[in-house]
């Protein structure tokens, strides 16, 4: 199994920037795909953004595209979401999450971070 440990919320004006990271360890990562999802207080864990590790295909949540960036550093063994012109609906608990046969479906997604609070004000 993988383990993911995500950092870098904060609190952040909104039109501001963010960048989340997720460091995996513990197996090889290149079957995955790792996602990002977020978390309201009061709503459903939601999709944000996944990519590929084996060739950093991508793919996005309709509400973050153009805004939003998924990247990944082998070396580090880590994935990032850069967060650009963030509104105040961005305001969620975000967690990095490891799947071998989903792009998109937390259910699907073996592996889980322990989330990290991202809070922008307007």
């Known amino acids: 199994q993988v383990q993911l440990v995500a950092s870098g919320g904060g609190l952040v004006q909104a039109g501001g920037s963010l960048r989340l990271s997720c460091a995996a360890s513990?197996?090889?990562?290149?079957?995955?795909?790792m996602g990002w999802f977020r978390q309201a207080p009061g709503k459903e864990r939601e999709f944000v953004a996944s990519?590929?590790?084996?060739?950093?295909?991508?793919y996005y949540a309709d509400s973050v595209k153009g805004r939003f960036i998924i990247s990944r550093d082998n070396a580090k063994n880590t994935v990032y979401l850069q967060m650009n012109s963030l509104k105040s609906e961005d305001t969620a608990v975000y967690y990095c999450?490891?799947?071998?046969?989903?792009?998109?479906?937390?259910?699907?997604?073996?592996?889980w971070g322990q989330g990290t609070q991202v809070t922008v004000s307007s």
């Open positions: 513990g197996r090889t990562f290149s079957s995955y795909v």
């Open positions: 990519i590929r590790w084996s060739d950093d295909s991508t």
């Open positions: 999450a490891a799947s071998m046969s989903s792009w998109s479906q937390p259910r699907n997604f073996e592996s």
